[in-house]
């Protein structure tokens, strides 16, 4: 758990997404999960998909909004629980989308910056520059 009011700095594309804090030595991922349910944070994040698809729906994009849900899920629940007090969003275009769509309106009034930008697969160490 962070600290009570810890800036919480999310990066996420439609596969995995990092919930990073700041502190004397940078940055450092605190919760990592993906798509699959795997990782600290959420559970089955995939829960609900069926071989049976929309006629015309692309079930990449149908996986990656149910994804964005779920991250959005875990952050209003982390806003409700004070484990934050603000929140700074990178993701790419679409999911971006989708986890603001997701977030409910406590947790939509404490996001401070938004970008649209996957930063998934930058270093803790590096990660600093990129929200500065």
């Known amino acids: 758990m962070s600290k009570q009011g810890a800036t919480w700095y999310v990066v996420a594309d439609g596969q995995k997404a990092r919930v990073l804090v700041g502190g004397e030595g940078g940055m450092r991922t ?3 999960f993906d798509a699959s349910g ?3 944070a959420v559970e089955d994040a995939d829960s609900g998909v069926s071989q049976l698809k ?5 079930p990449k994009d149908q996986a990656e909004g149910r ?3 779920a991250v959005a899920d875990y952050l209003n ?3 409700r629980l004070g484990q934050t007090a603000s929140l700074v969003i990178a993701a790419s275009p679409s999911i971006l989308h989708e986890i603001r769509e997701g977030l409910n309106k406590q947790a939509s009034a404490v ?7 996957d930063l998934t697969n930058i270093a803790d160490a590096e990660m600093a520059s990129h929200f500065a």
């Open 54 to 58: 929309a006629p015309r729906a692309n």
């Open 111 to 117: 996001v401070e910056k938004t970008m649209s930008k």
């Open 67 to 69: 994804f964005g849900r």
């Open 77 to 79: 629940e982390g806003v």
């Open 38 to 40: 795997r990782g600290n």
């Open 30 to 32: 605190q919760h990592s």
